[in-house]
């Protein structure tokens, strides 16, 4: 039973305790370009969350074989597999969506939702609970997708998945198709989410540049400051063979 109520818990953290996009504030570069439509928002969800849960199965599966010194790189393999191949079937099956989607499909290889759960979560456990982790995380993101592609649809074009609202579609407030309409929808759903987490006991989401992000660990400034001595090195022997 308690295993049960964990593989739940894992699941539903993601969609409103630690949603990537408005608790974590991770992934928004995808999130305002691909919500201009509910569609284009619902399709780039729907594929992040394919590529989210099958890698953080097969990253929690080879967990105890990928060397430590090559985890980084052999994670971005395994997600950029993933992406591949829901890259093609996109393509072949669904190229409007492919169209509207554009760079941002293939994109999803770098997305820090993914490379972060795979980096915090599936490399450290089960199988089951990285499937249940990435399933959660990936509804959520659709969910944030799912809202503002919503909201700036509506308001923005006077429409819903295509079809014309009354009223709406002869007065369009083209502010939201447009990025300040973006990032004002985002802003108002984060507070939402903040304040329905708060009334959970939950701290409100900020923003803290890298602190946020779960690769933050791997990014550290004593490797910048080796990078600055190195470079520093390297430009003073290049002037003294000079």
């Not at 969609?15 to 919500?35: F, H, K, M, S, Y």
């Not at 990435?134 to 592609?149: D, E, I, R, S």
């Not at 602190?211 to 470079?231: Q, W």
Request: proline fraction near 5%; aromatic fraction near 6%; include cysteine.
């Amino acid at each position: 039973m308690s295993e049960k109520k964990s593989i739940f818990g894992e699941f539903s953290k993601g969609i409103l305790a630690e949603n990537p996009v408005l608790r974590l504030v991770l992934g928004t570069c995808p999130t305002l370009a691909t919500t201009t439509s509910v569609s284009s928002a619902v399709g780039m969800g729907a594929a992040a969350s394919v590529v989210l849960v099958c890698s953080n199965i097969a990253i929690s599966a080879l967990r105890k074989v990928i060397p430590e010194k090559v985890r980084i790189p052999a994670y971005i393999v395994i997600i950029a597999s993933f992406v591949t191949i829901v890259q093609m079937l996109v393509k072949a099956f669904l190229p409007e969506l492919d169209e509207s989607l554009g760079v941002y499909l293939p994109l999803i290889v770098v997305n820090c939702i993914i490379l972060g759960r795979a980096e915090a979560f599936a490399g450290k456990n089960p199988v089951l609970a990285s499937a249940a982790d990435g399933l959660g995380m990936g509804v959520g993101f659709t969910a944030a997708l799912f809202a503002m592609g919503a909201v700036r649809e509506i308001l923005g074009a006077g429409s819903f998945l295509g079809m014309s609202i009354p009223f709406l579609a002869e007065n369009p407030m083209l502010i939201f198709i447009l990025p300040p309409g973006g990032f004002f929808v985002f802003g108002m759903l984060m507070a939402v989410v903040n304040r329905l987490a708060e009334k959970r006991g939950k701290p409100r989401a900020e923003l803290r540049g890298c602190e946020a992000c779960p690769m933050a660990a791997t990014c550290t400034l004593e490797a910048h400051e080796k990078g600055k001595n190195k470079s520093e090195k390297q430009c003073a022997s290049e002037e003294g063979t000079n």
